[in-house]
């Protein structure tokens, strides 16, 4: 077997897997988008739909009000029992006008930042969410993987053929296969240097 043969077997037999290795994971990497396309449009209405109610929550939210009555020259308040007991769970706002003798004034009792966490918050939906997001970033890692095989795939390739051709070369110039002795005759083969100091040959007729 000639060393033209061994190189040239060598490395067919070495990329002879190589499509079928590159179309799997091309498949994989499909495959891996289209569950991840599904799994973002899942996310994006669960968020909407989250966001959609938070804000009618807030939105149908009826804030309390503690009336007290005014008289001519006095500062007394009559606060409302009832009112003060619904409002225990929430902060006063000092919106005060003076309007007259026997006028009813009302303050608005505001809830806190964690009254309407805890009105809006919703555990199973937030829960869901996070998985989602948690599925998506997953299978985004998966696809990254994958890509990253098969780029280690082609470029392990590219550098044994690289390798296989410098050997190849430095085979024939020992062998004096690049010189042909007398002259070449019309029609025959010859190895070409591309450009001079250029380590790319071809294989051309005189």
């Known amino acids: 077997m000639s060393g033209e043969e061994t190189f040239l077997e060598s490395f067919v037999e070495h990329i002879s897997d190589l499509p079928s290795d590159i179309r799997r994971n ?10 991840s396309s599904d799994i973002v449009v899942k996310l994006r209405a ?19 009000t503690r009336k007290r009555k005014r008289g001519v020259g006095t500062a007394s308040e009559e606060s409302n029992d009832d009112d003060d007991e619904e409002g225990d769970f929430l902060k006063k706002t000092g919106d005060k006008s003076s309007r007259g003798v026997d006028d009813i004034d ?9 009254e309407l966490r805890g ?17 998506a970033m997953q ?12 780029y280690a795939l082609i470029d392990e390739t590219v550098k044994r053929l690289d390798g296989d051709l410098s050997k190849f070369e430095a085979l024939l110039k020992v062998s004096g296969a690049f010189e042909v002795a007398g002259g070449a005759k019309p029609n025959d083969l010859a190895a070409i240097q591309v450009n001079p100091n250029s380590a790319d040959w071809i294989l051309a007729k005189v």
């Open 119 to 135: 009105r809006i918050m919703n555990p199973a939906e937030l829960e869901m969410i996070a998985r989602l997001r948690r599925e």
């Open 46 to 64: 669960a968020e909407e739909a989250y966001v959609q109610r938070a804000e009618q929550t807030v939105l149908n939210l009826t804030l309390p």
């Open 26 to 35: 091309l498949d994989l990497v499909k495959d891996l988008d289209k569950s």
């Open 106 to 114: 009302s303050d608005i009792l505001v809830p806190t930042t964690e």
């Open 139 to 150: 299978q985004s890692e998966e696809k990254v993987v994958v890509a990253e095989q098969t």
